[in-house]
């Protein structure tokens, strides 16, 4: 049968994008979307701008506005990378001799060939000899006008492989009990929004150890400065530790000892806004438009408190304890930047997380980057962003932002009839990988559950199988995997407006932990340290013609998901698994005839 022509609305493609960017010094990444099932080859025409049938390279495009006479170009066959509900996503690497280029794209189906620049979608003859002044006019093609290398996300390498954990400090353990507030509660007493258990840094200390028996080799610290409430992101004195928490030099201890086991330490920064009663703020609430500072804050006007709870001053959420910053005021600015710079310089630490950063200007944040990565080149930036990230993302701002739509997928999926949901599944992840450079998705900070949410045993309905599952998937991803604390020994709580049980005390009595949970998880991350395979960023997908099964692979790890209620028995040939390969939770070899319970992670050898 005939097929349609090749449809124009489907075929997207942005330069200096996701869909074009210098992936290192000397090679580019490009992509193109088009309309699902529509096109069957993809060619990348592409070449120097400035080689010209008269004049050579030294030549240059001078022939004026009609740019014709461009021999540059070379066809470089592009891939299917993935696939999406409605789109084909196709993507090829090229190294420009001379870091520049021109290039277009050649689309092929049964019916037509057509050429897409950016000023172009023109159909050409099967015969190229007979499209030459189509492929030789320079005008209409997309340009990368050169690969700077100030341009490049360069992203620190260790992040690749770093499993974190995250610790909500109040609630982990206290270590020093004359340290806690004078209104503090037994510890694993009810968590509610407003009271203290006691945990600080010295029992962070104290557990040093027991994180790197887990495997974890990099821990997420919620703040950690002067603040009067539990979760500390109302910031009272960015300089100073909160005496309940401990202090500079216990913090400096616990750098030092986990550098010393391998162990990277990040910090949470709110640049976002500040507390009540955060001095300056105080200041502007005495004189109000006489302060210095009352140009640090967004105040709409004076007087800042009116009749009816009405408040003249933007916040964070609507919270009126947390007066918002202007930022744009370069005072406020340098402060906080010297801020940022200050816990580097002094203490070594090696990330920021930094807590609602999308409602500031970009500015900052470029400005930010720069000043941290002279400071320590290998530093990471990880932005708090729950939607689509890509502007911060593009060498100039953040490495990474948390991954929020993963874990939205996973336990989505996992909740599901999974046997009716799997290609939605497979389809939200693609999405998340094409919605970012690749750079960025092999450092991506990826997580089940956190402060903010509900952890994630509850979202599964306690259900310790499927949460295993999910722990599998989100190993299986580039990026970096995130625990938060308690995750490994099987505890749960719920998040919402009226329960703060997600923020529970962590419970260190060995009779109330699962140990068989923590044991599986320490294998995991075992495996995942010594297989490099889990740092690439594509994965092959196999989903069997009954949906009987779910295979992911990249190399030669694969991780197969029974999509059915009871065990199923497969042929390994069926899941198109070579003999003599390895299950990595057993350590036995696989014969022909495999039963898989809830799953299998395989490796060939």
Not at 41 to 61: M, Q, S
Not at 534 to 559: A, H, P
Request: hydrophobic residues 35%.
């Amino acid at each position: 049968m005939k097929r349609d022509l090749i449809d124009r609305e489907g075929v997207l493609h942005i330069p200096k994008s996701n869909y074009a960017y210098a992936y290192n010094q000397n090679t580019l990444h490009i992509r193109i979307r088009t309309k699902k099932g529509d096109v069957d080859k993809v060619y990348l025409r592409i070449g120097d701008p400035y080689n010209w049938e008269e004049g050579g390279l030294d030549g240059g495009n001078l022939n004026g506005a009609e740019a014709s006479g461009w021999i540059g170009g070379e066809n470089v066959s592009m891939k299917k990378e993935l696939s999406t509900e409605y789109h084909d996503y196709w993507f090829c690497q090229y190294k420009p001799a001379r870091k520049r280029v021109r290039y277009a794209f050649i689309l092929e189906n049964y019916s037509e060939r057509i050429l897409f620049g950016e000023k172009i979608i023109d159909t050409l003859t099967k015969d190229i000899k007979e499209n030459e002044w189509e492929l030789s006019n320079i005008s209409n093609f997309f340009s990368f006008p050169y690969l700077n290398k100030k341009d490049i996300l360069d992203v620190p390498h260790w992040a690749k492989n770093t499993i974190w954990y995250q610790i909500f400090p109040e609630r982990f353990c206290n270590g020093k009990p004359e340290n806690s507030p004078k209104n503090v509660e037994p510890w694993g007493s009810k968590p509610k929004y407003n009271n203290f258990m006691g945990g600080d840094l010295y029992g962070l200390y104290d557990k040093i150890d027991y994180l790197v028996e887990l495997g974890i080799t990099g821990i997420y610290l919620c703040p950690i400065f002067i603040s009067s409430t539990n979760h500390k992101y109302d910031t009272i004195d960015y300089y100073k530790i909160d005496p309940h928490f401990g202090d500079e030099d216990i913090f400096k201890k616990i750098v030092e000892r986990c550098h010393s086991k391998g162990v990277k330490v990040m910090l949470d920064a709110v640049f976002n806004h500040v507390s009540i009663e955060f001095p300056f703020w105080k200041d502007v609430i005495e004189r109000e438009s006489n302060s210095k500072y009352a140009d640090w804050f967004v105040i709409n006007k004076f007087p800042l408190y009116e009749e009816n709870n009405k408040i003249n001053y933007e916040t964070f959420a609507n919270v009126k304890e947390m007066p918002k910053l202007n930022l744009e005021n370069l005072e406020c600015r340098e402060y906080f930047l010297k801020v940022a710079c200050y816990w580097v310089e002094k203490f070594n630490i090696d990330a920021w997380r930094l807590d609602v950063c999308n409602e500031i200007d970009h500015k900052f944040w470029r400005e930010f980057r720069e000043r941290i990565k002279h400071i320590k080149k290998d530093f990471y930036i990880l932005g708090e962003i729950w939607h689509d990230a890509l502007p911060w993302l593009m060498g100039d701002q953040f490495d990474a932002v948390m991954n929020y739509p993963l874990s939205d997928a996973i336990i989505k999926f996992l909740l599901s009839d999974k046997k009716l949901e799997v290609e939605k599944f497979i389809y939200d992840l693609n999405k998340i990988l094409i919605s970012y450079p690749k750079n960025t998705n092999e450092v991506t900070f990826n997580l089940l559950d956190s402060h903010d949410t509900s952890r994630v045993l509850t979202s599964l309905k306690e259900d310790k199988d499927l949460l295993k599952i999910a722990l599998l998937l989100l190993f299986f991803q580039s990026g970096s995997p995130c625990l938060y604390y308690g995750t490994e020994i099987g505890m749960s709580g719920e998040k919402n407006s009226f329960s703060e049980n997600n923020r529970k005390c962590m419970v260190w009595e060995d009779d109330k932990q699962d140990r068989n949970l923590f044991k599986f998880i320490q294998k995991l991350i075992g495996i995942r340290k010594n297989n490099k395979e889990f740092e690439t960023v594509d994965v092959q997908w196999l989903l069997d013609s009954k949906r009987r099964f779910l295979k992911l692979k990249k190399g030669l790890i694969s991780l197969v998901i029974n999509l059915e209620d009871s065990i199923i028995n497969l042929n390994i040939h069926e899941i198109e698994i070579k003999n003599n390969s390895l299950d990595l939770f057993k350590d036995e070899i696989l014969t022909d005839n495999i039963n898989i319970e809830k799953f299998l992670l395989i490796k060939e050898e």
